[in-house]
């Protein structure tokens, strides 16, 4: 194999990256940095030291990033009101380039000549990370263990683990979920097993952040969030942070039984899968959001954001953050976001999410003109004949050519 | 006024389009047709025909058309999963374009030189009915009396009933809904009233055809639906025409308190307005059709799919139903549709629409591709490393050209 | 009429604008303010104040707009490559927004109530106009008498004259030309006469700032124009201010014959017109932008620019310039720009412009990897295996499973 | 290697592929089957069957395919008007799809288990003809020999022929060009050599299709073009077959210069390219179909054509003429060519192409409409008015609400 002298792994602390650990230091004869980060996957990072220390790890990072994920990544994505193919929040796709990016800014620091990952080669993730490597140190070699090794089941890791002395009961014991999990501040996922089949509902058991609607308390819950430039900066009247501000409505909404999806989706390499997904806050913010878009966006800009975002979202689904055209989009959506603010009443209940109000100093909703009553003068109704008229123009004229509509012409 | 002879109107039944009718005997001097259609609104038409006749209309034209709205109309836009920003079903815009083809068809039977109908100034109806007409004979005229006369005021109109003997009771004695409203097969609309202010929340008895979430059933309800072309032709098993289809789901969906929206739009004569919305059926259907296109729509097309759907439902929100624009977006959009195929099984609870199933012949996941186990050598895991690369190799010349994303680069 | 008591108008100097002075006066008893502004038309501006004192005017404006036209209109606009229609290179339309801005400044600086222009009720101008007037005041009150008076013929025109006594040699004793024209620094244009046939040639002596290609020099013409962030600074190494470049341009490239058009193109209001345009320097502006972005432009920045600019170009001509969607596009475009430097050398022949070298500090071309000969490693085909079998992918799955592209599958 | 026993091998009869004839039945030891098309490349296919034959090859496939590529793939390519990054009129693409399909036809005919192609691993054509070849038949295999051996520099190339007795004078003695060149009816690309500077000029010399404009005849030559459902079927008033007129565009656009192209490009696989075309045909067509359209279609659907051109272009540039999201694209462009009727009169003179008239049963242009003089009534001009009333009305309340767009709001 070339010739590493360090490689930056991204380490979770599970029993995976620790077989890439020792895998890594067995094949490319290399030392190894681990790099750990707290994006709000809900487990504690600080126990991977240890775990590094043991496996003779001595550069070992252990970051907290739930602020900077939300903030520089989370919220700008959701100004977009993204959603990947109707369903998708894009919960893991969001949280891979700020990964990418500290991977290289750790390569940068401790002169590694690569960096490693635990993703498969079947999956987006491989994409999501190693786009983003190259983007920012193009000299980066790049060492996934998945395309390159032969534990290819179960079994061959373990027999692995065995012969190296590695311990397999690295996850201390707890029952191993038979499904493949992703976890963080946004979402959690989960997918293969049962899930394997479309046919297939998932099984209660399976869901961890979120209570069923059916177990959801029957009494619903309001909240009301501020906005400012297009992010929520409050709850309730309390000013936060933007991490606390997504933890808070992930354990409301999750307790009220919202933000649970089920698809099957196009993967960037080829194939459909099927994944689970809890969102809770994501979803409450997607949809206070556009209701706070409603009231102080105008039509065509919300327009237009409305047709760029598909495509928004496949960059980030399928890893271009680090890109010059998610930058130019990023660019469009921001400029319109100085005039969203404003506060959004949500009620929470049994999994639904209902707007219950929304008001703003920079709303451009009009009663005067808007109102079904006499609007004094605000709106001149013949001004619409002439809308009208000239609209049809071009109609009339081709069906005055003797173009006809019911013949598809 | 011009010296118009006959003008269809298109006729409810109801007071203000009969004070229409007097309105064009007095002001135009000419011959009135009265045109009333189901399509679904949930009242009788057939009484129509007395009130027309006894404001001494001749030609009385009363059409169930319910089936060709729901196959030529609902279910064509349903094939493009179209969502007018990002919340309306479009349910009102919809059945305009069947009203005007029907509406210039009669006029060409009875020898009409104008139509008529009871849409406001302010409103984006009038100018659907309007542009559909235009279209689809160009030298129509149109008597919009909400743009001509001065009759602003509930007052001002009472006034005029009184003067002109017109029966002010006409609607049967029903209390008078604070509620501007339409309905049709896939809705049932609000506006006005306490809607016009966007921050209060609507009072629970206004909603006519659901129940809360709160007041529904406690089990939910699981139903299978049969997709031919991308349309649903069956339910559990049961083949049934769209009409009958659109029905269905209305009725269970809203028993299930699926379906309600409250949302601030922007029309198209530039302002924006409250409606609320109850749309069961079509909640349903555009989950269900999104659920089914997942596993059997390719990738790109479903991408393309979402890309143009916001300008899609903009045309259809707009009037444009029949324009050569929307004809050329169909023909793309139904070009997808023929391997639409399937079962999608749906489970309704208390406002929430949740796919718990899809499944089809013409499936394009592939189990063998897409699994977590070892997938004999169906897809070679060393392949994504040349994916990547080359996907890669512009953002990586970039970055070895000094470009850094970082500094937005 | 309404109680105007001051308006602002757009004044060229010319008959038509001299008429609509008196008509103003006459019909609304109000004070006018006239503005004229020299934006390149090639026609000296300061006699039109003689011609305001004559007529009465007490408040008159005239500005040399030249550069603020090119620098913040023209240059902007031509950072997104816009065309119209595959031909139209939108010089009148970039004019408007810029007129509008300043009637509307003038407006506030002279407490005026109203603007006034003389754009005719069928054309595009109109609406450019007032839409930027009342996106910049919109309590603003607009007069245009084209749309208002009956002197709908140059007969009645002439007798409005003479009646009034309003001097009708005001163009000096030049030979009216038949055609109606706009001009600017941009471009000149013609309209009507027998160009109201679109199977007719226009006439050789139609045209006034190009020579035929016929008539154009048989030597060609070499130019080396620099960039800098996507606007040309400096021609043949002599750095310039926006306006000279265009000036210097239209001059070389008028005389080489270079920028004559002829189409038939979409008005906002409906119809479809002739117009012929010469725009010398945009013509070489477009080609030569296009050459420095394709060495200096990112391939996905560069193709959603190609994708977002027929969007762009409508807006300018419908005349939604000051709009939120035109300044979110605007964004996203200007964040590509920052990279575009360098330089272009093009050749002017006979009508032809033509790209003959590009380079640029910040150019994306490299050599040691397009090269057809060894590479040395900097590019490894093998990694084209996998680009391309994942790219297939979901091709061949699809095939699998049965379908058939050769049955439009 | 893998274990192929028959490989159709898309075969010029040139010397490179003729070396990958002996190189594929040295290291597959496979039977090779040559598939040899006349897409109007200039030089006569027979010879290849000697050729052929003296490779020991078997199973030989010669055949004309002129027709079918102008009908079948360039003309319903230029319905769309498209071009890649705003120059290339994407004639090397166009023609893969269709090598791809007769490959696979023959590859079935004669039971091949693969088939293998010259292109290089650095360029495009090689994604274009696997990813057609893969979507027509999943299970085939692909030999890209470029992409495996190690004849990569002309040297080592002429070593293995002379060890394997392959005569290198297979060219006929022609001075082999120093350019990479590509033909077939639409146009002749140049790459390589000096054209590795985009700085530099290509020689005089280079270009073999078409005269400089320089060298063109003083007189201009007139064509009228006559366009059936958007395709040209005859000229000057004789009826052609599709590649007839593509031949006679060529021949008279040639002599007059027309259609030369110096651009640089981004290519799919990632990098920057340069190359030189000549379409002398291609350019008349695609401005000639610009202007019949422009006549003859609706502004809306034209607007969305240009809208979904860049889209077009490029799925063809990247090898997806075979996949759904083209024909979903295809299917709306075709959508609106039934209207595409008339007649075009072209003006050639020294590299320049000029619409001379365009007349057309179906035009769209209302003289009476657009007519300067009095229209009689044909066009209200108030009717202007309320048009830009209402579209004003969403600028005019966010003014009004203190939004500036002066100050980018």
Known sequence: MSDIKKVVLAYSGGLDT????????????????????????????EPARAKAEALGIKEIYIDDLREEFVRDFVFPMFRANAIYEGEYLLGTSIARPLIAKRLIEIA????????????????????????????????????APWREWDLTSRESLMAY?????????FDGGKKKSPYSMDANLLHISYEGDILEDPWSEPEEDMWRWSVSPEAAPDEPT???????????VGIDGEAMSAATVL????????????GRADIVENRYVGMKARGCYETPGGTIMLRA???????????????????????????????????????MLQAAIDDTQGVV?????????????????????DSLFDESIATFEDDAGAYDQKDAEGFIKLNALRLRIAASKGRNPLDGQ
Chains 1, 2, 3, 4 share one sequence.
């Not at 683990?161 to 009961?169: L, M, N, S, T």
């Not at 808070?248 to 999750?254: A, D, E, H, S, Y």
């Open 341 to 361: 603010n404003g506060v959004v009443r949500v009620k929470l209940y049994k999994g639904n999410v209902i707007v219950a109000g929304r008001k703003s100093q």
């Open 222 to 232: 309001f909240l009301e969030l501020e906005y400012r430039n297009g992010d929520i």
């Open 161 to 169: 683990c065995k012969e190296r002395d590695i311990p397999v009961d």
């Open 289 to 327: 959001h556009r209701a706070i878009e409603s009231i102080t966006l105008d039509r065509e800009a919300a327009h237009l954001k409305d047709e760029l975002m598909p495509r928004y979202a496949s960059l980030i689904y399928n890893g271009y953050w680090w890109s010059p055209e998610r930058r």
């Open 247 to 258: 933890e808070t409505l992930n354990k409301v909404g999750g307790a009220n039984g919202v």
């Open 108 to 143: 940068n620091e401790t002169n590694a000549d690569a960096i490693s990952h635990g993703a498969t080669g079947k999956g987006n993730d491989q994409v999501r990370f190693e786009l983003g490597a190259y983007a920012l140190k193009p000299g980066i070699q790049v060492i």
């Open 18 to 45: 620790s077989v890439i650990v020792r895998w890594l230091q067995d094949n490319y004869g290399c030392e190894v940095v681990t790099f750990t980060a707290d994006i709000g996957q809900g487990e504690e990072v």
